[in-house]
């Protein structure tokens, strides 16, 4: 029995997306194509452990879901172009699933796009992303966005909603719109991505937002930009195993322990950005993760280079926390005065007042210069500005390593 619950929990996995996408696409019901390809699920809970594991399990769940569409389209008295339309999607006895390429590659772009619609707020875009494209609970969403069950779940009607009424059409601009769209729909995979990263986020979120990388990339082929965004991904999450001890604290990356690091994932982010040939955010951000990731050592890093793509990232659009980061790559880089002097121009604009963090770096680079004392003091100031409690925790333990 527990055999076929992973398997049908497999394949909600790999086909949930494809079978909510198809069904949109033919039925334009948003709610409809979901709750169909829930209860299919929900059937194969029930029925594979005494029935059997299907051989085709995609399959066997797009039948059941088309064929609830069809009963409650019936008893909807839909119209009988939709039911034929249906009545279509079901292949024959021993047909295998339909290959990538096929009209369901195009049904899961489709989707992606539709979800990530700029006309749609970021929040309802990741919300939307995370319930349609990967079918994750919608209390795990509402976990993830610091917000109770219900009011997500009317987020969720309502972005459903806007779409229905604004005629957002289900379809992958073509052309400039895609130029255009693009950056929006990666936008909302990275933010996924960060809200699992942080020190206090969920893992899985981050781990469903490397798999639609990975999806996107190879829905969208010959595209740097979504290759650049996939190898920084997979390049920082491949630390994810050695960023915390065996009590549960954050380790910072100069002390990881490097064998922890998920080196078939750091391989598969390095083949990503060797295809990205632009020189966009993601792909500077991703040759600073790979400059971490092919160091054998810490003291091994390429901080020249690390520095270097800080200033072109500076350059693309200045913010705090790129004008941060480049400070801290320059103390490494060129010494901990050259780090100051750039964490000075960078305050000088106030971008930074609020940012807790900044205090942190100016700790670390006293420490460097030997100044212990300081340095303790900016560690003990910026634990009691962040709000994470990993990081608190963190920055207490640096400090207290100062104190005599």
Request: proline content about 6%; overall charge neutral.
């Amino acid at each position: 029995m527990a055999a076929a619950a992973q398997a049908a929990a497999a394949a909600g996995v790999h086909a949930y997306p494809r079978i909510v996408a198809t069904l949109i696409r033919v039925t334009g019901d948003w709610s409809l194509a979901e709750d169909c390809t829930q209860e299919a699920l929900t059937a194969a809970l029930e029925r594979w452990p005494a029935d059997g594991v299907p051989a085709n399990p995609g399959g066997w769940l797009m039948t059941v879901a088309r064929n609830r569409a069809i009963d409650v389209l019936r008893r909807a008295a839909v119209e009988r172009r939709k039911l034929h339309d249906l009545a279509v999607l079901t292949p024959a006895d021993g047909q295998p699933e339909p290959e990538a390429g096929e009209d369901v590659v195009d049904d899961r772009l489709r989707l992606i796009f539709t979800c990530c619609h700029p006309a749609l707020a970021i929040e309802a875009r990741v919300a939307l992303t995370l319930r349609t494209v990967c079918g994750v609970p919608t209390a795990d969403i509402a976990r993830l966005l610091l917000v109770s069950e219900s009011t997500m779940t009317r987020r969720l009607t309502r972005a459903r909603t806007r779409i229905a009424q604004a005629g957002i059409p289900y379809r992958v601009p073509s052309g400039p719109a895609l130029a255009e769209r693009l950056p929006g729909v990666l936008a909302v995979l990275y933010l996924l991505f960060t809200r699992g990263y942080l020190p206090d986020g969920e893992p899985a979120f981050a781990d469903e937002a490397v798999r639609l990388a990975r999806l996107l990339d190879a829905l969208m082929p010959g595209h740097s930009e979504v290759a650049a965004l996939r190898a920084l991904m997979l390049l920082q999450h491949s630390r994810r195993d050695a960023r915390r001890d065996g009590a549960g604290d954050l380790v910072p990356l100069d002390r990881q322990d490097r064998r922890r690091w998920d080196h078939a994932a750091v391989a598969e982010g390095l083949a990503a950005l060797a295809r990205a040939r632009d020189d966009g955010p993601y792909a500077w951000q991703a040759r600073i993760a790979a400059c971490h990731a092919t160091a054998a050592r810490a003291e091994d890093t390429d901080w020249p280079a690390v520095a270097r793509a800080y200033d072109a990232l500076a350059a693309l659009g200045p913010s705090p926390v790129v004008a941060l980061n480049r400070a801290v790559a320059y103390g490494y880089a060129y010494g901990p005065e050259v780090g100051l002097a750039a964490l000075d121009a960078a305050r000088a604009g106030g971008g930074l007042d609020a940012h807790p963090l900044a205090l942190a770096v100016e700790a670390d680079l006293a420490a460097r210069q030997g100044d212990r004392p300081r340095a303790a003091t900016l560690f003990r100031r910026a634990a009691e500005a962040v709000g994470s409690t990993a990081e608190r925790r963190a920055l207490l333990a640096r400090a207290g390593e100062l104190t005599p």
